[in-house]
């Protein structure tokens, strides 16, 4: 099954703070964030393992409950460089990094 | 270093014709990923190679859709015959090794428009 992302798209302007969640119906292993422009490949961001970690480069982060099958994305004074949309992709087993996307998240930053 | 390499970028044909995709992936990365992004959606894994092995393709529709790896690098997925649905980007993806919390590098994929 699909993870479920949240929310659908999103508006901010420049500076603005934005939260995107991932939610699992199954137990999960890992989590990776990508993000993807317009016509693009997805580029990778970061990936989350189970441990309840929290991680983090620049002014995005990210942390992980395994218990409650979530993820969450936070991005913090948002720049125009981070319009795009979102993904997550979830992986249940040790030692494979089979990924399922979530449904995406469009973030638009407007100046 | 040199990133995933897809070919072609764009590929329009009518239904029930065939078609093929290149993937080469990032030297030395022993896992290999073909994924289909339908418009407006998350990509769906299609197959799953470890070196030259199939791991999992039990989502690749199999009466039309092949996949191989030969000699552990290139890989071409292929679809015969082709339907409308089908209509789609195609993103290979590689990675190191499988299972080591390293994320995917995605190539720039095929846009494949059926009419």
């Known amino acids: 099954q699909q993870p479920v992302q949240s929310p659908q798209a999103v508006i901010l302007r420049e500076g603005e703070d934005a939260v995107i969640n991932c939610s699992s119906s199954k137990a999960l292993y890992s989590v990776h964030w990508y993000r993807q422009k317009h016509g693009e490949a997805p580029v990778f961001l970061m990936i989350?393992?189970?441990?309840?970690e929290q991680k983090g480069h620049e002014k995005i982060s990210a942390s992980f409950n395994e218990k409650k099958q979530q993820s969450s994305l936070y991005l913090t004074a948002s720049q125009l460089s981070y319009s795009g949309t979102y993904f997550c992709g979830t992986g249940s087993n040790f030692g494979n990094e089979k990924l399922t996307f979530g449904t995406g998240t469009r973030l638009t930053i407007i100046p | 270093e040199a990133g995933v390499a897809q070919s072609p970028r764009y590929k329009i044909i009518e239904k029930r014709q065939s078609v093929a995709f290149w993937c080469n992936p990032i030297s030395g990365h022993a896992t290999l990923y073909w994924y289909q992004q339908i418009l407006g959606q998350g990509p769906k894994l299609l197959i799953q190679?470890?070196?030259?092995?199939?791991?999992?393709d039990s989502q690749l529709p199999k009466d039309r859709f092949s996949a191989e790896r030969l000699k552990g690098v290139d890989s071409t997925l292929k679809i015969q015959p082709a339907k409308l649905e089908d209509s789609a980007v195609y993103l290979c993806a590689s990675s190191l090794v499988s299972g080591q919390g390293i994320g995917y590098t995605f190539g720039s994929g095929t846009r494949l428009t059926v009419v």
């Open positions: 989350l393992l189970k441990g309840g």
């Open positions: 190679f470890q070196n030259n092995g199939v791991v999992d």
